[in-house]
């Protein structure tokens, strides 16, 4: 009896060689695109990972702006040793790089998924092609899904892997234990995997349901039975989405008046889905489910399905449901994002197909028209650069920038893709006696597919990266200037009217130093705590209910000006961009205890008032001086009519809310304001503390006076207010003109 060779090293590394390079060359390529990323942009999940990986490196525990909160996601642990390296630029490269690394590693339980049931080449199709989709320009984002995605693919594999095993390994736990573990430690890994443990009792379920005894046991059953299996399968349903109202009052909202959104925004969600997967492994992943003429049983295909159709379940439950969750909360979004996980099953299906060339033709039939359904009825979102939250449009969105495609146009593309496809589906069981032509077909088809996802995936990857540089441009280099400066000791951020917040976030994400955030009126909002503190009547800050006890203290402050003037020595500024131009945040040395010296509120960025009108207080006692007051509408050329401005004086006082208020009015000055006009007031400020407010009667909306504005706000006048203590000459004062 001859026996089998012994496999030498060389073998062992020819054998592993070709999934090795799948890995190393989709990370050189990923690994490119991450270095051209120069700052976060996603806001605020980049932004609030990295508040909780900074804290876990930090103190070991997880905060949001210094005030303790669970760790989210095993990922904030992953990269958290990372945030140790004191260079924020060095880590933000290192972190971008581990996630490269640990995203695309999805190729190898994706080819050990695919290798139970195909054999090596179409498994490495499988794999290749789940480390190419479009949403692995997730890479380069500080965000969950870099080590959700490959995680949920090592659990249908452990998951498929013990089913599979069953009985017939000589130690049948280990595999279960495996498994069972792994699931128990998806919802940590991010909480949507939950789902995890969930599809593991589905195909467990499944698995049993479809085995030779379940059959047998099937066919003896009677009518009765079968109404009492239904009846109980219905009932079940029942009581798990009344546990699930019962704990939960977003489940119970939306299963109770939105399920017709479930179903249409998971249809977006997997129309998205399919576009960035080339359409046809949707088609042949679900066909891949039902048994083909001609099929040989087999117990490893039979577990392979069992598992694919619990995940499609669970994680298509759970996209659809949080969807119409966020209508509800915040806004309609094509919730791609959170129906990636399926996508190693639907490609590893596809390749079942490609390598056994039999379709159950009832099943493309039905997936084919889903498929037609979903390229119709998606909404392509091509009038943005990039869709963050369903990166699979991004091949359209590239098409229409570059190639000038309509939704039109990219919807007859998608529908030849598919219509081209399907006949190459269907013909490679009519030409298996040809087998060269049909692994030709077969051959051209995988490497269509592989080529269309990595297409989208670099066209996402551009889209990210020139939306970053665009940021890059509003933050502005250094963009470590606070650190630079401060050293990392306590800074304070205080803002006013920031209608876009994106400019805050980065220079939070940038400057380890701020450790808190706040804003004069409530414009500043998370991750994290973002309220403003109490005022004293001299201008000091406390964050107790006692102003003798003011809580924390900071040593530096950055000021949103012209609003915020905090009392210290000037240490520096930086200029960004907001409003349509450019504004500065200075940086001061602050006083102890921490104070103000003025503040402002009312005004937008561009330094218009709102419909709330606006407010100047002066806190500094002493010495009186000047306050000058400019009133204009000198940026705005439609037709407004004039309109009754009052400026009012008043002494200064703090009110209920521990916020400054003015009191009787001591002064008041009438002018009127039009278009294309400019008035300046001076007015003799007393030594005392004391407010002053613009308000201005007859406010406007650019949208409704010119409808190619697409400004809505409420606007009334370009408002600044200037303390000064030399007088003016004696022909200004008192006057407004």
């Known amino acids: 009896m001859r026996t089998a060779p012994e496999r030498t090293l060389s073998d062992r590394i020819m054998a592993v060689l070709p999934l090795t390079s799948v890995y190393v060359w989709l990370c050189i390529v990923y690994l490119v695109e991450a270095w051209n990323r120069a700052t976060p942009w996603l806001f605020t999940d980049e932004l609030e990972l990295t508040q909780l990986s900074r804290s876990i490196a930090t103190t070991g525990h997880a905060a949001r702006r210094g005030t303790p909160h669970s760790f989210d996601s095993l990922y904030t642990y992953l990269t958290a040793p990372i945030w140790l390296i004191h260079d924020v630029a060095q880590a933000y490269s290192g972190v971008k790089y581990l996630d490269v690394f ?66 017939r390994a000589r130690r049948p736990y280990g595999w279960a234990v495996a498994a069972v573990i792994a699931s128990a430690i998806a919802p940590a890994v991010r909480g949507e995997l939950v789902v995890v443990p969930i599809a593991l009792a589905l195909a467990l379920f499944f698995a049993v349901w479809s085995s030779e005894w379940a059959r047998r046991r099937r066919t003896t059953w009677s009518l009765g039975d079968w109404l009492g299996v239904i009846t109980l399968a219905f009932g079940a349903i029942f009581v798990v989405s009344a546990v699930g109202s019962h704990h939960s009052q977003e489940w119970y909202g939306v299963t109770t008046y939105w399920k017709h959104r479930i179903i249409v925004l998971g249809d977006w969600a997997a129309g998205s889905l399919a576009i960035g997967l080339g359409v046809i492994p949707l088609v042949a992943g679900l066909t891949s489910l039902f048994r083909a003429p001609g099929e040989e049983p087999s117990r490893e295909l039979r577990m392979f399905r069992c598992v694919t159709l619990a995940g499609l379940i669970g994680v298509g439950m759970y996209t659809g449901i949080k969807a119409a969750y966020l209508s509800t909360v915040f806004a309609t979004r094509v919730e791609e994002r959170n129906l990636i996980y399926v996508a190693p099953l639907l490609l590893v299906g596809t390749a079942i197909v490609l390598e056994r060339r039999r379709v159950n033709y009832w099943a493309l039939a039905g997936a084919t028209a889903y498929a037609a359904y979903l390229v119709i009825g998606t909404p392509f979102q091509m009038g943005v650069q990039l869709y963050s939250d369903a990166l699979g449009f991004s091949i359209l969105q590239q098409a229409n920038r570059y190639l000038y495609w309509t939704p039109s146009t990219g919807q007859w593309v998608l529908l030849a893709v598919l219509a081209g496809g399907v006949l ?7 030409l298996r006696s040809r087998s060269r032509i049909a692994a030709g077909i077969a051959t051209v088809l995988a490497l269509g597919i592989v080529a269309w996802n990595l297409t989208g995936e670099i066209g996402a990857a551009a889209g990210t990266n020139s939306i970053s540089r665009t940021a890059a441009a509003t933050l502005r280099h250094p963009f470590t200037w606070v650190d630079d400066i401060t050293h990392q000791q306590p800074t304070i951020y205080l803002g006013e009217g920031e209608a876009d917040q ?6 939070e994400f940038w400057n380890r130093s701020i450790v808190t955030v706040g804003s004069l009126d409530g414009s500043v909002a998370g991750p994290g705590p973002s309220g403003g503190p109490n005022l004293a009547l001299d201008g000091t800050l406390y964050w107790t209910a006692d102003p003798a006890n003011p809580g924390r203290q900071y040593t530096y ?23 349509g131009g450019t504004k500065p945040w200075y940086l001061i040395q602050l006083t102890h205890p921490n104070r103000l010296r003025a503040e402002c509120v009312g005004i937008y960025p561009d330094g218009w008032s709102g419909a709330a009108d606006s407010e100047y207080f002066r806190f500094s006692e002493g010495k ?13 050329g439609g037709a407004t009519g004039p309109s009754p401005v009052h400026v009012l004086l008043a002494p200064l006082t703090v009110n209920v809310n521990h916020q400054p208020a003015l009191s009787r009015t001591s002064r008041q000055v009438d002018l009127s304001i039009d278009s294309g006009q400019t008035k300046v007031c001076w007015l003799p400020a007393p030594a005392d503390r004391f407010g002053a407010a613009v308000v201005v009667d007859n406010k406007f909306i650019p949208h409704q006076i010119d409808p190619s504005s697409g400004d809505v706000r409420v606007l009334g006048a370009q408002v600044s207010y200037t303390f000064v203590k030399k007088a003016p000459p004696p022909a200004l004062r008192n006057r407004c003109r």
Not at 126 to 142: D, M
Not at 502 to 507: S, V
Request: one cysteine or more.
């Open 624 to 636: 009186g001086g000047w306050l000058r007051i400019v009133v204009s509408r000198r940026d705005w």
């Open 502 to 507: 994106n400019p805050e976030w980065m220079l």
């Open 424 to 430: 190459a589906l269907v013909a490679m069981p009519a």
């Open 102 to 167: 640990v995203m695309a590693s999805v190729v190898f339980p994706t080819y050990f998924l695919a290798r139970l049931v195909v054999g090596r080449g179409p498994a490495l199709f499988a794999a290749a092609a789940a480390a190419a989709i479009p949403s692995l320009a997730y890479s380069s984002y500080i965000v969950e899904e870099t080590l959700a995605y490959p995680y949920a693919a090592l659990c249908f594999f452990l998951i498929a892997k013990t089913l599979v095993e069953g009985r």
């Open 557 to 579: 402050a950055v000021e949103d000006w012209p609003c915020v003037d905090f009392a210290g020595t000037y240490r520096g500024r930086h200029f960004y961009r907001a409003g």
